[in-house]
């Protein structure tokens, strides 16, 4: 019999939703907004597209296992040296390359729960000891977290915004819990939804990591920046921290198409400004329309929101598949009342309150 690690038998393979064609077969719908994989409704900056095709590729040749021009381009946007960044192929991979460089069995790992189910995937895998902390109304217990770490600590995860649940940290509350945290431990600050936060009170995360070695910032393309299906994000940090991950990370993660595309992408700071305002728009929509029809919901940063429907979570995502509509089940959140819905487009916005409307009515 092959060996397995007993820590991966016990693991389940991610589970993609639905594809969009597949739902339009089975129910006979011309029509299908998606909304449960936080997507961008806008796609991605045209700059894209003109960077593609500007460009005769040879696909034969290895991409440029350095990134230099996605690299070249982050400094420019960032103005940091290029030694700062490492580039991953999604920020799901910056996060793999940290628990395989930081986690053992001999280790800890500190995180909220619910949170972004990838830190406790990996943690797994490295066979590290997973310790959760509940939230507290969609918040991180900051407090609660710094007391968990101990010796035996190696990272500690915050998502701000998190996913599930929207919300995001202040500046106050996250010194204040830097601070707590000895710099034997690794602190991951997974901003995937950076791009869309309003927040007066919002930290500035380059100031810390001037401040803080032992601090990483993990930012990605797939999300404001429209460029999911490319897989690429990346992590911020000080030098030093960057070149004790960098050994684990595979040469020639992030392809070539997407490294182009990345940094033309970040170039175009309009589209993303024009993303934000449209994402805060429907944020406000939504907030109103649960407030009248008396749903609960946490105030969100992110471009989604987790609404609380008072009954069973699978049988409201059911009900708006029907009318063309695919929400995130809160069932596999931590949430079983609760749909993640993603902040569409305007008219998207709109027929998705409709549809909710028309099932709570009922
Ligand atoms: C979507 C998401 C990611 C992963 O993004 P990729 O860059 O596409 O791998 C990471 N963290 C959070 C919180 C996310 O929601």
Redesign the pocket.
Known sequence: MMYIKDQVKKLTPYKPGKTVDEVKKELGLSEIIKLA??ENPFGCSEKVGQELTAHAMNYAIYPDGGGSVLRQALTEFYQLPGEQFIL????????QIISRAMLDSSKNTVMAAP??P?YKHNAVIEGAKVIEVPLIDGRHDLNKMASAVDQDTAVVWV?S???PTGVSISDQDLKHFIEQIPDHVVIVL?E??FEYVTAADYYDALELIRKYPNLIV?R????AYGL?GF???YGIAQPSLIQALEPVREPFNTNALAQLAAAAAIKDQSFIQHCREQNRNGIEKFERFCTEHNLGFFPTQ?NFILVHFNKDANVMFEALMRKGIIARSGHALGYPESLRITIGTEEQVNKTLKAIEEIISQ
């Open positions: 994989s936080n991953g192929n999604g920020s799901d991979e910056i996060i949170t972004f990838q998502c915004p998190n996913n997974d995937a939804y993990t990605t393309f797939s999300k999911a897989r690429v994000g992110g």
